[in-house]
């Protein structure tokens, strides 16, 4: 990663995700991020941070905004594009925000009159609804509160089930490694499956995966994680990698 960046022009911008990577479910250390952090710096680069899954790799908000604390302290100016859409539900809302941070108190006023002519251009008056629920959450401590403790939950769910689709593919002895899944963090996994298995898996077992080998790991429970497991067991023993 750090190689690719190097070879980027200077004042390039750079997309990354601030957690929880989507599709790959593999996030940079705390140490790394200072690294690329430097590498921006270096390069002058402008960082755009999807801050998408805020919650879902930690379970914790404050945890989870590490990234974008660690370039507002590192004096970038760079852009985080915030959405609540998955960890407040709304996705049919697609609300969020746009966070512009600047480094000069006089670059303001020229970044909002942009913004502003985009927005007109764009769509000029989105939506309210989901504003006005993430205002009434946000604005009353008790719903705030209510929101951390249910978002914990559900990120502790899937790390849950992370673990029981993994012990299970070993209980059966599913030939190769599997400790990725629980390696991985967040919403998704990259199951390391190829593009043929995963063609079984839709066509024989009606278990619903991009041919690319990302799989949704909200979608395990209780219920399937069995079936799941012994599905995959049946493909990577049946259809080996090319």
Not at 165 to 173: D, G, P, Q, R, S
């Amino acid at each position: 990663m750090m190689e690719s960046l190097s070879k980027a022009p200077p004042g390039s911008i750079i997309l990354f995700h601030g957690c929880a990577h989507n599709p790959t479910g593999i996030d940079p250390s705390k140490e790394q991020w200072k690294e690329l952090i430097d590498l921006c710096k270096a390069k002058s680069f402008v960082p755009f941070i999807d801050l998408a899954y805020q919650g879902f790799a930690s379970g914790d908000l404050d945890n989870d905004a590490f990234v974008p604390r660690a370039f507002a302290q590192s004096g970038l100016e760079f852009l985080v594009a915030e959405s609540f859409s998955k960890n407040v539900g709304l996705y049919g809302e697609r609300i969020g925000a746009l966070h512009v941070v600047c480094a000069k108190k006089e670059s303001v006023p020229k970044v909002l009159s942009n913004l502003k002519s985009s927005i007109r251009a764009m769509y000029s008056n989105p939506p309210c609804h989901g504003a006005l629920i993430m205002t009434k959450i946000l604005t009353n401590p008790k719903y705030t509160s209510e929101w951390k403790e249910e978002l914990s939950k559900v990120a502790g769910r899937i790390q849950e089930m992370r673990k029981l689709l993994y012990e299970e593919l070993v209980a059966l002895k599913t030939p190769g490694s599997w400790e990725h899944i629980i390696k991985q963090i967040g919403m998704f996994s990259y199951t390391g499956l190829s593009k043929e298995q995963c063609k079984a898996l839709v066509e024989k077992h009606h278990v619903y995966l991009l041919e690319s080998g990302r799989a949704s790991m909200p979608g395990i429970n209780r219920s399937n994680y069995e079936y799941l497991a012994k599905a995959i067991r049946e493909v990577v023993t049946n259809i080996p990698k090319q």
